[in-house]
């Protein structure tokens, strides 16, 4: 009986591996979900035993400590994607000086992120564990050192919650649609060759947009050019809709000499279609909104959007400047910037980012910006120029 059960548990691993059918981005997206959970656990755990202590301080040393609230918790993982979940809209971080031009993702780095972030949470709490054996009058600043770094670690937290579904959705993308994929990896080794007419004459491509037929142009006022956009929208939140429509419009909007090129957002809300926080097809959802007017939705596992039609919401930070980038794409503009990848076998795939050009918006959507080019190009297409 012994060297039965000894036989069974050797054998039971391998006919676990042989029977788990799920593609490699797949296994592994879990095993980081998992490996992910685990730390926002313990995170979650370092806040309530931080706040408890500071809680516990005299009211004159708790006033001169950093607040630290409920509202301060890692966010739990009910309130990952879902419809009508919606993003914090942002300033982004000042532009990287120099500024990147290739971004890879995968789920070896993003494991890097965790294993990372997980040593600087165990000397956190080592330091913790550490105030029981100090002096009141010296516990207070470290107390407020603490209190920082948690802010930290749940910034960090927050950006890896991002990177684990920004993989899952551009994985699946890969896996899904792996020709086009090999194409578009092609062009990423073109853009990268030292011939620079090959390079200029594919960004020529990608900067010509396919502007939908709902955009109109408002040149009633002298030295003014107005892009005209009616977007539905099933967003019921008012608050949200005033200021992502002001981010858009703010940012989409150029001086060029004695001329004004801006654009404006004609906002039509229809009702919710599904309970908040359920999962849906978000292109299924996008179609069954009219077709004279862009959608601007929720429901994403990464925000994106479909050139000439629609801007899908997902949880998170959500930088002014990539929302207004996101919103070029509803305009009929590509991404400026190409996403290959590399098939990394048991690991999944590396998502490679590539741009070269960064004063423009749909290039890179972290520091760029909208041009006058970009209102000509629109012009040249719905005048027929």
């Known amino acids: 009986m012994n060297s039965l059960i000894a036989i069974l548990m050797l054998v039971l691993p391998l006919w676990m591996r042989q029977t788990d059918e799920r593609p490699p981005y797949v296994r592994e997206a879990d095993r980081i979900e998992e490996e992910f959970r685990r730390y926002r656990d313990r995170l979650n755990a370092f806040f309530t035993l931080l706040r408890s202590m500071v809680d516990q301080q005299p009211p004159g040393t708790a006033a001169i400590l950093p607040r630290l609230q409920q509202q301060d918790a890692p966010p739990p993982a009910s309130s990952r994607f879902g419809y009508g979940v919606l993003p914090r809209l942002v300033d982004g ?119 939908p037929s709902f955009v109109k142009i408002d040149r009633s006022k002298p030295d003014w050019v107005i892009v005209l956009v009616p977007v539905y929208t099933d967003i019921q939140d008012d608050e949200f809709l005033a200021q992502a429509k002001s981010a858009i419009e703010e940012l989409w909007q150029v001086r060029d000499g004695d001329l004004t090129y801006l654009l404006a957002l004609e906002i039509r809300k229809v009702p919710p279609v599904a309970e908040r926080g359920e999962r849906i097809d978000v292109r299924a959802h996008a179609g069954r909104f009219p077709e004279d007017g862009a959608v601007f939705t929720t429901g994403a596992q990464a925000t994106h959007s479909l050139v000439g039609r629609y801007v899908a919401l997902a949880p998170g930070d959500l930088p002014r400047r990539t929302l207004a980038h996101e919103f070029g794409h509803v305009l009929g503009f590509r991404d400026g910037y190409i996403r290959g990848y590399r098939d990394l076998g048991e690991r999944g795939f590396e998502i490679l980012e590539l741009t070269s050009v960064f004063d423009d918006i749909m290039s890179a959507p972290r520091e760029g910006r909208v041009q006058a080019a970009h209102f000509r190009l629109i012009l040249d297409s719905r005048e027929g120029k």
């Open 93 to 211: 971080p000042p532009p990287a000086n120099p500024p990147v031009s290739v971004f890879s993702y995968s789920w070896p780095i993003t494991d890097g992120y965790i294993t990372g972030e997980t040593i600087k949470l165990d000397q956190a709490e080592a330091a913790l564990r550490n105030l029981s054996n100090i002096s009141s009058e010296e516990k207070t600043p470290l107390i407020g050192n603490l209190i920082l770094e948690y802010r930290k670690l749940l910034a960090n937290q927050r950006t890896i919650d991002q990177y684990i579904q920004y993989n899952q959705f551009w994985q699946h993308a890969i896996a899904q649609d792996r020709p086009r994929f090999d194409q578009l990896t092609k062009v990423y080794e073109l853009m990268k060759s030292d011939e620079p007419d090959t390079a200029q004459a594919i960004r020529e491509v990608l900067g010509k947009p396919a502007v």
